[in-house]
């Protein structure tokens, strides 16, 4: 009879991750010892590719944490970052002034006085109206400081009043 027709398969695959290796080699026919390196090697070939495995999903999980916490770190960036939009009200150096759009062309905005329909300055092209950075607004303001007072996005008051 094979030793691996036997009772002690259970105990050779239980001696392969223990120090009872050498102890059982000894107990094996030497007619029977090829076959037992073979079936050893096997078991170490399907342990490394088990922990292959087992590594593949940790790294798998992983990333897909780190893609996540990605997505959410840009989405509370782009709820830090400041964006206006038409609408908005601002305190300017003559009074006060909304953020309008261009009649023929929505994508140009510019600065309109709310006392008396007079533009600020001239218009200028953005990407999204509904969603303009601050260097568009900087382009926008030229050379004057405003404050907004009034975010229309957001529907609050965010200034102080002069």
């Not at 076959?35 to 070939?45: D, E, S």
């Not at 909304?98 to 510019?110: A, H, I, K, R, T």
Request: proline share 2%.
């Amino acid at each position: 009879m094979k030793w691996y027709e036997n009772n002690n398969a259970k105990m050779l695959a239980k001696a392969i991750n223990s120090s009872e290796v050498r102890r059982i080699e000894n107990m094996i026919h030497p007619e029977d010892y090829y076959m037992f390196n073979l079936f050893n090697l096997g078991l170490l070939k399907r342990k490394v590719n088990m922990e292959k495995k087992d590594e593949r999903q940790r790294l798998e999980k992983f990333i897909r944490y780190a893609q996540a916490a990605i997505e959410e770190a840009k989405s509370s960036l782009s709820e830090l970052e400041v964006t206006y939009s038409t609408g908005d009200r601002f305190y300017g150096p003559y009074g006060k002034y909304m953020l309008v759009s261009n009649n023929d062309d929505c994508y140009q905005v510019q600065l309109c006085n709310l006392a008396n329909s007079c533009y600020y300055d001239n218009s200028y092209k953005v990407v999204s109206p509904d969603k303009i950075t601050q260097e568009e607004m900087n382009k926008i303001a030229g050379n004057g400081t405003f404050t907004r007072y009034w975010d229309s996005q957001k529907k609050i008051y965010t200034g102080d009043k002069k």
